[in-house]
């Protein structure tokens, strides 16, 4: 009878084992949609993708991060909409395809004289810990990144600043700003219309990086780039999350998450720096001329554009927002950081 009883027990006990799954089993697999609009191919699509890998390695494969490049399911300008409206689950884009809706953190796009993207990308992310923008309420953001210090790219040389009078450069946002304070003549189009525009003659030069000579192929239609460093700038991107998803994660996914996040600001920083040398180094292989400023004609130009640091800090102010002391922190960050 007691060996009926211990067989019978022990047969519960190996269909129970065999039955019930394991807790690893059990737990459902969280899947997240990333929409972005760059190219698979850029440095930014390829280090996203590395982040996305290593979030999955990181949680043990608990979360697989599907991403969408090239604007296949959300175009740039709705980016930001769809990451609130759970169309996509995490979002890439620079602010300045909303433009207005950031009206604090287009300081960051401001004419400040950048040099490298490592340092525009670190003080991005101090100015969001320390401003704590409410513009970025509606989201969970990963981190901000900024791009290389944006130059004028030109059919002709531009080796003063007479040259760029009424020259029609393409621009948006904050560098179509620029161009006007400079007295070019501003042209709005995406940057997918560039190429076409500089070949045609439409427009007869560019704001952006160096990077984008080579990654949009815009150095095949221009022919000069002029290192304007006094009135260099950088756009800010934002990397976000749906902030009901964010708060769904577990505890110990989220903590994963924001330890990767951390690291990704430098790893973003050095990519930018990176992708900008190889453009530099592709361009002069073409025969590309690149025109350094003196320093006297980066004093007229940063005198030029300074008075768009002023309507910043006026508009901001009319908005309750303050952008007395964002500039100013950014400032003192380059003056402190930058060499």
């Known amino acids: 009878m007691k060996r009926c009883v211990v067989c019978s027990l022990f047969l519960v006990l190996s269909l129970s084992v065999l039955f019930v799954p394991s807790q690893a089993a059990a737990e459902k697999v969280i899947t997240l949609r990333f929409a972005h609009y760059v190219t698979p191919t850029h440095g930014v699509s390829i280090n996203l993708d590395r982040w996305a890998k290593e979030v999955e390695k990181r ?35 620079f602010i300045s395809y909303s433009h207005g809706r950031f009206p604090l953190t287009e300081v960051i796009g401001m004419p400040l004289g950048y040099k490298s993207a490592i340092v525009a990308t670190r003080m991005a992310n101090e100015y969001l810990k ?23 790219h030109t059919r002709k040389p531009v080796n003063k600043l007479e ?68 009135a260099s700038y950088s756009d800010c991107a934002y990397i976000a999350m749906n902030k009901n998803k964010w708060k769904s994660l577990p505890a110990d ?12 600001i430098e790893e973003d920083g050095k990519m930018w ?25 980066n004093a007229r130009w940063a005198k030029k554009v300074a008075p768009l640091l002023d309507e910043y800090v006026k508009n901001a102010k009319e908005k309750g927002l303050p952008g007395e002391e964002a500039l100013k922190f950014c400032v003192d960050y380059l003056k402190v950081n930058q060499k």
């Open 273 to 297: 720096d990176n992708v900008e040398k190889e453009a530099r180094e592709f361009l002069l292989k073409r025969g590309h001329k690149i025109i350094t400023l003196s320093t006297e004609e």
């Open 59 to 93: 949680t043990n494969s608990r979360v697989k991060i599907t991403i969408y490049p090239a604007g296949t399911l959300v175009p740039a300008p709705q980016i930001f909409d769809a990451i609130n409206k759970g169309i996509a689950d995490i979002g890439y884009a």
């Open 130 to 152: 320390k401003f704590k923008p409410k513009e970025f309420d509606s989201v969970q953001v990963m981190w901000l990144q900024a791009h290389g210090p944006g130059f004028v």
């Open 253 to 264: 996914i989220r903590q994963i998450i924001e330890k990767l996040n951390a690291e990704w």
């Open 163 to 230: 040259d760029i009078q009424g020259m029609k450069m393409r621009s948006t946002g904050v560098s179509s700003k620029i161009a006007n304070a400079l007295g070019a003549t501003p042209v709005g189009m995406p940057m997918s219309e560039a190429y076409d525009s500089l070949s045609r003659g439409i427009t007869e030069g560019i704001f952006c990086p160096l990077e984008a000579l080579q990654s949009w192929k815009l150095g095949e239609v221009v022919s000069y780039s002029t290192l304007d460093f006094g």
